[in-house]
């Protein structure tokens, strides 16, 4: 195996990776009517399985317990109850009624698609009077990232209704990162003239060229400025979205990117001074 001696980020992180072995127990089950039916010295009487078969057959003996069955589950219904989880139907739902609107033909997503960027879909807490309600109008709260503005927009939905009962637009905060996102970052970094090192420890970790996000394996924080703790181009981290990421090989060692910063907003990428 070739040993890797360049390192262009810093450091193709030493791969290391935990293995936990999961050990599968095995559960020895006798069914009924089975134990010692093979057994050739089991002597005569009742008690021995030959006996108890006697006695079904002739119908003295209690009957056979009867082979468990499993029930398969029961099919996610289209609509939950009181605080259920938001079943797949409710989500698909919750999402067309939140887009509607302005917030559908101005808001713009990650990849500058008309539309703003869902981030996640959540059961709704219950209003203050509906708290002992046991079974409280179903609400639903929608985040999405509008990149053409730079917001937060959180939409809250009545699912009975079918109406969006509140819209809440906020700047400056920035949610944890969904996945498109993340993948999003890497296509701009590896696109970059700064993502040399990232392609170059990859194809160093693999001996393949790195051309898309979906070779690796992605986590990302987000980021941002510090007063006087970055360049210029990353001054608007906070106010734009921006991220640094964890990349890792598939199958492989991680990739140490974390002096590069995509900003997601700009659709740039800079690179953190090292101290």
């Given at each position: 195996m070739r040993e890797t001696v360049r390192r262009h980020l810093g450091k193709v992180m030493a791969g290391v990776g935990l293995a936990t072995a999961g050990t599968a127990m095995m559960a020895a089950v006798t069914l009924p009517g089975t134990a010692g039916a093979d057994d050739g010295g089991g002597g005569g009487g009742g008690g021995g399985a030959g006996g108890r078969q006697a006695a079904w057959q002739s119908g003295q003996g209690a009957d056979p317990v009867p082979p468990g069955v499993v029930e398969p589950a029961p099919a996610e219904g289209e609509k939950g109850t009181g605080r259920d989880p938001l079943t797949g139907d409710e989500i698909r739902r919750v999402d067309?009624?939140?887009?509607?609107?302005?917030?559908?033909?101005?808001?713009?997503?990650?990849?500058?698609?008309?539309?703003?960027?869902?981030?996640g879909v959540d059961l709704a807490e219950p209003h203050a009077d509906e708290v002992d309600d046991p079974s409280p109008p179903r609400r639903a709260d929608v985040t999405f990232y509008d990149y053409r503005s730079d917001s937060l927009v959180t939409r809250t939905v009545d699912l009975e209704a079918g109406t969006v009962e509140r819209t809440v637009v906020s700047h400056g905060v920035q949610p944890p990162l969904s996945r498109a996102e993340n993948?999003?970052?890497a296509e701009l970094l590896i696109a970059d003239p700064l993502g040399a090192g990232l392609r170059a420890d990859y194809k160093d970790a693999t001996g393949r060229e790195l051309t898309?996000?979906?070779?690796?394996?992605?986590?990302?924080?987000?980021?941002r400025a510090v007063p006087g703790g970055q360049p210029a181009a990353l001054g608007a981290c906070g106010e734009h979205r921006c991220v640094?990421?964890?990349?890792?090989?598939?199958?492989g060692p991680w990739i140490d990117a974390r002096w590069l910063v995509v900003d997601?907003?700009?659709?740039?990428?800079?690179?953190?001074?090292?101290h």
């Amino acid at each position: 195996m070739r040993e890797t001696v360049r390192r262009h980020l810093g450091k193709v992180m030493a791969g290391v990776g935990l293995a936990t072995a999961g050990t599968a127990m095995m559960a020895a089950v006798t069914l009924p009517g089975t134990a010692g039916a093979d057994d050739g010295g089991g002597g005569g009487g009742g008690g021995g399985a030959g006996g108890r078969q006697a006695a079904w057959q002739s119908g003295q003996g209690a009957d056979p317990v009867p082979p468990g069955v499993v029930e398969p589950a029961p099919a996610e219904g289209e609509k939950g109850t009181g605080r259920d989880p938001l079943t797949g139907d409710e989500i698909r739902r919750v999402d067309r009624i939140a887009r509607t609107g302005q917030l559908l033909t101005a808001g713009e997503n990650v990849a500058g698609d008309r539309g703003p960027q869902r981030l996640g879909v959540d059961l709704a807490e219950p209003h203050a009077d509906e708290v002992d309600d046991p079974s409280p109008p179903r609400r639903a709260d929608v985040t999405f990232y509008d990149y053409r503005s730079d917001s937060l927009v959180t939409r809250t939905v009545d699912l009975e209704a079918g109406t969006v009962e509140r819209t809440v637009v906020s700047h400056g905060v920035q949610p944890p990162l969904s996945r498109a996102e993340n993948a999003e970052a890497a296509e701009l970094l590896i696109a970059d003239p700064l993502g040399a090192g990232l392609r170059a420890d990859y194809k160093d970790a693999t001996g393949r060229e790195l051309t898309t996000a979906d070779q690796l394996l992605l986590n990302g924080a987000v980021y941002r400025a510090v007063p006087g703790g970055q360049p210029a181009a990353l001054g608007a981290c906070g106010e734009h979205r921006c991220v640094r990421l964890f990349p890792k090989v598939r199958n492989g060692p991680w990739i140490d990117a974390r002096w590069l910063v995509v900003d997601l907003s700009a659709r740039k990428v800079a690179r953190l001074d090292r101290h």
